[in-house]
């Protein structure tokens, strides 16, 4: 069994930074992708940025040159450092996590508001 710890969110004022944490554990194969994603209400869960286990990451246009993927092969986590936050940030982000195997795990989301 995989278990997904997300850490990080919360209330930050808009152009403040915040960083996500997210720690894979457990019964895991070696891990593909690591990615967050992020769900705004009333909208559909997007791709917010993935990272393979080479370095290779991508973003979502919104968020290029704001945000930054990384991660730490040896502890199975990704980091999202967030800077100069926007109102339109605000929703639940969701780590992602893709096994060479094929299989996938989701965290269970961390809250991020952006509000004066």
């Known amino acids: 069994q995989v278990q997904i710890a997300e850490s990080g969110g919360g209330l930050v004022q808009p152009g403040g930074p915040l960083r996500l944490s997210c720690a894979a554990s457990g019964r895991i194969s070696s891990i593909y992708v690591m990615g967050w994603y992020r769900q705004a209400p009333g909208k559909q869960r997007e791709l917010v940025a993935a990272?393979?286990?080479?370095?290779?990451?991508n973003y979502a246009d919104s968020v290029k040159g704001r945000f930054t993927i990384s991660r730490d092969n040896a502890k199975n986590t990704v980091y999202l450092q967030m800077n100069s936050l926007k109102p339109e940030d605000t929703a639940v982000y969701y780590c992602?996590?893709?096994?060479?195997?094929?299989?996938?795990?989701w965290g269970q989301g961390t809250q991020v508001t952006v509000s004066s």
């Open positions: 990272i393979t286990s080479g370095g290779r990451a």
């Open positions: 992602n996590v893709n096994f060479y195997s094929g299989g996938e795990s």
